[in-house]
């Protein structure tokens, strides 16, 4: 049994497609068989939604009357400053920007209540957003100062453009120490009092096609309630990592960097997020389809949570320490029953990524393939696979002597 | 019959320094368990509580507490979730030191239980997109 991508595409625009979803696939799946499974289903949708820290905006305001020049200038929107180091008018708002009087951590732990990331759930929901921005002056950008009020329906441009999102599997976070910590895991209470997970398991994108044999730079895919697509390997991408019998890696490995259109998503797909402690964040939605290609594709998508194990990492001492010890592996069945076992201590788990909007994504998504609306692309590049001899590196810190 | 209801009280500054809680235990046999108490510089104090005995007695005491100047509301008004925010991650649903919020087990949704909630605010600031609200 084999499609094409080109096959499936033309079912879509006659309205005959099958598609399910990465969850409807496991019934499937197990009732029917993989072959079976393989031969009537075309499409498996998949689904995320979760704090994605590498997100962030370009924005193309528009020239002002007379001109000024951005670049090399220092420019807020909100009050949370953006990257100017680009042409004229053209500026980067990241999703972890903070407002320069932000207490920050001063008073422990700092809440984060605004930064990039909420300004950019404002911006989708086309609200006005107060930009202040002083530049240097140029004969031909004369102006030197510039406060107006934007809106997303005005500017020229704002593209989405998030360098690492998607982790294909992702750490369980714990505390051994004896005192509350407030990580990027969420707040993780002492002596192993909790905890969090991060992926949607079983509808994650990058775990339902864990060799990159269906999504790669071009794929077409849910991206914030709009339509965006992979732009590149995220960063971080490591797919040489240890994996199961299934292919599901046991740790964080790829990633995807993922670009589209601000202008026709929507902000409840774009969530501005707080992590105490930690910093400001944006929640995005990603959504990815997978074309059935083979009986193999199908057998990858009809992974369970049960078949994928996350790492027990200490946020306390190993993860800010660098130290690679893991306290055990456990699985997403384990981890969505609401208690795993650690060091024979039973530990309630709470997830920071939704699983019933991750739910809502895949059968979005799912509709609009159904209903024609959303055709597939097949990669124009394969993302680096474990034959591609990428590694993760560390930094290697070189002291800076002063010159004699 | 017994009954038992958690309440928030709001005192009046000149009230601050009278034994309140003390005459409900002592002239209306009822029993009571502080959950957060607070008096700001300026501000009238604040009192949370849980208040158990029974109907009759219950129904004096709130008559008393009246009578002398305090403000009753009851809990659950005062901690809001915002539907529209609240993405159903689960990041409350451990820190919650009553498990107040708990997961639908079909669906994977988070459940708030106002009944449970002893507005401690631990959830408010740990929400991630900020979904929980406290109004005293």
Partial sequence: MSKTIAEINEKIKKGKAVVVTAEEVLDIARKKGISKAAEEIDVVTTGTFSPMCSSGVFLNIGHAKPRIKLGGGKVYLNDVPVYTGLAAVDVFLGATALPEDDPKNKIYPGEFRYGGGHVIEELVAAKDIRLEAVAYG???????????????????????????????????????SDRTIYTYMGV?????????????????????????????????????????????????????????????????????????????????????????????????????PIPILSEEILRYTAVTDADIFAPIIDFSE?????????????????????????????????????????VEIANTLKNWIQKGKFLLTAPVAPLPDIESGITFKPLKERPIMEQE | MNISRRIVLHFPPRMTGQPVVYRLTKDFNLSFNILKASISPGEEGLLIMELSGDQRNYDKGIQYLTEVGVKIQSLSQDVVRDEARCTHCGACINLCP????????????VLFDHNKCVVCGLCVKACPPRAMRLYF
């Fill in chain 2, 98 to 109: 009553t498990s107040a919020f708990s997961l639908e087990p079909k669906t994977r949704k």
């Fill in chain 1, 138 to 176: 140029t004969d031909c950008y004369p102006r030197k100062k510039l406060e107006t009020w934007i809106n997303l329906k005005d500017i020229n441009n704002a593209i989405l453009f998030n360098v690492r999102n998607a982790y294909q599997n992702y750490e369980v976070g714990v505390n051994l």
């Fill in chain 1, 318 to 358: 190993a993860y800010p320490q660098m130290k690679p010890d893991i306290l055990g592996h456990v699985s997403y069945a384990e981890l969505k029953s609401g208690h795993i076992a650690i060091q024979g201590k039973d530990v309630p788990t709470a997830s920071l990524s939704s699983y019933p909007k991750a």
């Fill in chain 1, 188 to 288: 993780l209470k002492p002596e192993l009092g909790n905890a969090n997970y991060a992926t949607s398991g079983q509808l994650s994108p990058l775990l339902n096609d864990p060799y990159y044999k269906t999504i790669g730079i071009g794929t077409k895919i849910f991206l914030g309630g709009g339509i965006g697509y992979v732009a590149w390997h995220g960063t971080q991408h490591n797919p040489n990592v240890l994996r199961g019998d299934n292919g599901v890696p046991e740790e964080g490995a790829g990633t995807l960097s993922l670009i589209g259109d601000l202008k026709q998503m929507k902000p409840e797909w774009l969530i501005g997020t707080s992590m105490l402690g930690y910093g400001c964040t944006l929640t995005v939605g990603i959504g990815v």
